[in-house]
C-alpha cells in the first residue's frame, strides 16, 4: 500500500487506537496540571510563603527568584529524559509512561504538604526545590513517551492528528490548573488562599493521579516498538548511537522547541502574575480570562495538527512562529491597557501562533529519529529546548520589565527566539511520510522524507 491510497484504506480510528490517543491525552494532561500548578502558584504565592526574608526585605527579587524555581526542574528534564528514553527504548513506551506519571504526581502532593518558611525556616525552600528536581526528572520522560506511542499507532495520513494528542494535554492541563486556582481565588479571602487554600490544587493531583494509571494501564504497547522487539532490534548502548548518528537532528528539534516554550511559559506563568501584581488587575479575573483564553490553545494545537497532515510540518510549523513573531508587541500593549477583555483577546490571538507551532510536534519528531534511539532522540531535544527556551523566561521576561520598564523588551526576547526557531525548523526540512519502522540512520536532516513513505499504520 502507498502512501497515495492510504487515506482511502481506512478513514475510521479503531478501538485500539482511541484507547492510546486516549491514555496519552490523560497522561500528559495530568503530568502539566501538576507542572503548571506549581509554575502559576510561584507567580503568585510561593516567594512570601517559602522565601519570607528575601520577600520581606525586596519583594521584587523575592519573585524573580520564585519564578527561577521554575526553571530549575528544567535542568534536570535531559537527566530525566536520558534514563527514560533508554528504558522506554528497552522495555517499552507503556511502562515508563506509568512510571513517569506516579512519580509526578507524588512529587507534586508532596508540595501541597510542605511546611513554610515561617514553620522550619530554610529547610521549607530546600526541600520545596528537591521536590521540584523530582518533577522536572517526571517531565523529562514523559513526553517522548506520550508522542511515541500516539504517532506509532498513527495511520500514515494521521500522523500529525494523533501526534496532536497528547500535545493538547497541555492546554487542558493548562485550563484546569488555572480554573482550579480561579475557582479557590474566587470562595476564599486573599488571607485564606496564602494560608491554606494554596495548597488544594497540589493535593488534587492524587485524584487525577488515580484517573490518568488506570486510562494508561489499559493502553497496549505501541506495535512499532513490538515490532522492533520480536525482530530484535534494539540497539545495545541507544544513547550513544543517538549521538553517534543524530546529533544534529537532537540539535535542530531543540532549537525549534525554544520559541514555542518560551512563549508558552509567559501564558502559564508571567502574565498571570504580571497582571496582577504590576498592572493590579483583579486576580480572579485575570485567572478566568486566562482559562478561557487556553482553550484557544486546545483548539489550535488540535488543528496544527491535524493541517501537518495536509500541508506538511514544516509550513505549519513556519506559519505558527510568522504568527507568534508579529503578535508579540500588540500583545503587550493590549495587555497594558489594564482592560480585562482586551487581556484576554490578547492571550487567546497568541495561542493561534501558539497550537499552529506546537501541534506537529510530536509527528515531526517521531520521523527525524530511527526507531531504535527515537525515545532517547525525541525525549532529549525536547527536554534540551525546554531548559533554552522556557526554562526561565517567566524569570527572564520579571528581570527585563523590572529592568526596563517597558513590556515590549519581553517581546523583542520572543521574537528573537522565534527566528531562531523558525530557521532550525527550516534546517529540519519535511518530515511528512517518514518510513517509523526503519532501524537504521535516516538522511541528513532537511530531505524530504515523501519517498520514504509507506502505507497502512506506521
Known sequence: MTSQTAPQARARTTREERKVLAGTLAGTTIEWYDFFIYAQAAGLVLAPLFLAPVSEDSPGLAT????????????????????????GDRLGRKRMLVFTLV?????????????????????????????????????????????????????????????AYPQIGVPIGMILATGVLWVLTTVTTPEQFESWGWRIPFLFSVVLIGIGYLIRRAVDESPVFEEMRQRRRESSAPLRDLFRHNTRQVVLSALTFIANNAAGYLLIAFFIAYASTTLEMPRSSVLLATTLASFGWLVFTLYGGALSDRIGRLRTFQIGYALVFAWMIPLFLLIDTRNIWLYGIALFALTIGLGLSYGPMSAMYAEMFPVAVRYSGVSIGYALGAILGGAFAPMIAEVLIQSTGWSGSIGLYIMGLCVISFA????????????????EVHEPAGRTAAGRATGGRA
Not at 74 to 87: H, K, N, T, Y
Not at 110 to 124: D, E, K, M, N, R
Open 64 to 87: 524573580v527568584i520564585s519564578l527561577a524555581t521554575i526553571g530549575i526542574s528544567f535542568l534536570f528534564r535531559p537527566l530525566g529524559a536520558i534514563v527514560a528514553g533508554r528504558l
Open 103 to 163: 512519580l509526578m504526581g507524588a512529587a507534586t502532593a508532596l508540595i501541597g504538604l510542605l511546611p513554610t518558611y515561617g514553620q522550619i525556616g530554610v529547610l521549607a525552600p530546600v526541600l520545596l526545590i528537591l521536590l521540584r528536581v523530582l518533577q522536572g526528572f517526571s517531565a523529562g520522560g514523559e513526553w517522548g513517551g506520550a508522542a511515541l506511542m500516539s504517532v506509532e499507532h498513527a495511520p500514515l495520513h494521521r500522523r500529525g492528528l494523533f501526534g
Open 424 to 439: 532550525a525548523v527550516t534546517a529540519i526540512g519535511e518530515t511528512r511520510g517518514a518510513d517509523l519502522r526503519v532501524a
